[in-house]
C-alpha cells in the first residue's frame, strides 16, 4: 500500500525506533507511549485490520502473536505482566488502518476499559 504509514515503516521509507523483527513482522517504539513500555507488532504484509489477517493469512496472525510475546520477553515484561491490545474498527478507535499489536507494560495498567 502507497499511502499507508505502516508500509512506509516496514519499509524503512519512515524512521522508526525497532525493537525487533523476523522475516514477516517488525516491532517499533509507539510515537507517543501510554505506558513505560509501548511497542507495536505489524506484519509486513499490508492487512487493514486483524479479522482481514486472520481471514487471509492465520498462520501470520500467529507470527504477529508470537513477535508480540518475544518483545514482551525481550523488554523484561513477563514477570509482572503485560497487555497486548488490536484496535480494530470505530469503536476501538483504530487510527493506523494497517493491523498491529499494541504490547503495553512496564507499570500497572489500570482497568481494561477507561469509563
Ligand atoms: P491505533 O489507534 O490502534 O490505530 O494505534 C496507532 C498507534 O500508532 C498510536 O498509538 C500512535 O501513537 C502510533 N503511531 C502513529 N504514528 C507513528 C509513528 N510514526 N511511529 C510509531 N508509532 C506511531
Ligand atoms: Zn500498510
Excluded: S, W
Excluded at 488490536?86 to 498491529?100: I, K, Y
Amino acid at each position: 500500500m502507497t499511502d499507508c504509514l505502516f508500509c512506509k515503516i516496514a519499509a524503512g521509507d519512515i524512521p522508526a525506533q525497532v525493537v525487533h523483527r523476523t522475516d514477516t513482522t517488525l516491532a517499533f517504539r509507539d510515537i507517543n507511549p501510554a505506558a513505560p513500555v509501548h511497542v507495536l507488532v505489524i506484519p509486513f504484509a499490508h492487512y487493514p485490520d486483524l479479522p482481514a489477517l486472520a481471514q487471509a493469512d492465520a498462520p501470520l496472525a500467529g507470527q504477529v502473536l508470537a513477535t508480540a510475546a518475544e518483545v514482551a520477553k525481550a523488554e523484561g515484561l513477563t514477570a509482572e505482566g503485560y497487555r497486548v491490545i488490536f484496535n480494530t474498527g470505530r469503536h476501538a478507535g483504530q487510527e493506523v488502518r494497517h493491523v498491529h499489536a499494541h504490547v503495553l507494560g512496564g507499570a500497572p495498567l489500570g482497568p481494561l476499559l477507561a469509563r
